[in-house]
């Protein structure tokens, strides 16, 4: 990892940048004939909430936030409902909101955002990680293939089924 590149909670004045990002990834998804994030989320509403209760992450390049994602711990009732099956009933961390700054796109910063993420989780002494995509969300689903997701099943999330993935994670030695 490059040593520009930094992790870290988001603050309530970083808000406004995070949004930008958002609503850029938001359009993205848009143009890609994708129907995730065009029903109102997220929002500022939900940033300042993800922000207020901690779970706001932002990635940074020399102190500009190039990427945001919401990380929480053992915090999603949706995943109990799972079609399918989770590889650990353990502990475990999940992310929501990835979203990359239009002129870094490209970069391998998702992934990078998520290897943080894997670290955080390891940091809390959690060695699973969750998360969840839309069935056309193909980039996000190739990061997980590449960093070693197990797909579980699906979760439905205001009405819509998302596909289901967890890693468990190997203690370094």
């Known amino acids: 990892m490059q040593d520009n590149y930094q992790f870290r909670k988001a603050k309530i004045n970083d808000l406004s940048e995070i949004w930008v990002i958002l609503q850029k990834a938001i359009q993205r998804r848009k143009e890609d004939g994708s129907n995730q994030w065009q029903d109102g989320y997220p929002n500022p509403d939900v940033i300042q909430n993800d922000i207020e209760k901690e779970i706001g992450f932002v990635l940074t390049d020399n102190q500009k936030i190039i990427g945001y994602t919401a990380v929480l711990i053992n915090d999603e009732p949706e995943y109990a409902k799972i079609v399918g099956k989770w590889v650990t009933d353990e502990d475990f961390v999940v992310f929501h909101r990835v979203a990359i700054a239009e002129d870094y796109l490209g970069k391998g910063l ?16 959690i060695y699973s990680v969750k998360a969840d995509t839309n069935f056309d969300n193909h980039a ?9 997701y197990i797909y579980c099943g699906e979760v439905y999330f205001r009405g819509s089924a998302r ?9 370094e030695r």
Do not use: G
């Open 140 to 148: 996000m689903m190739s990061i997980f293939d590449r960093l070693d």
């Open 110 to 125: 998702a992934k990078l955002m998520i290897i943080y993420i894997e670290k955080y989780a390891l940091e809390n002494n």
């Open 163 to 171: 596909r289901a993935y967890e890693k468990v994670l190997q203690v």
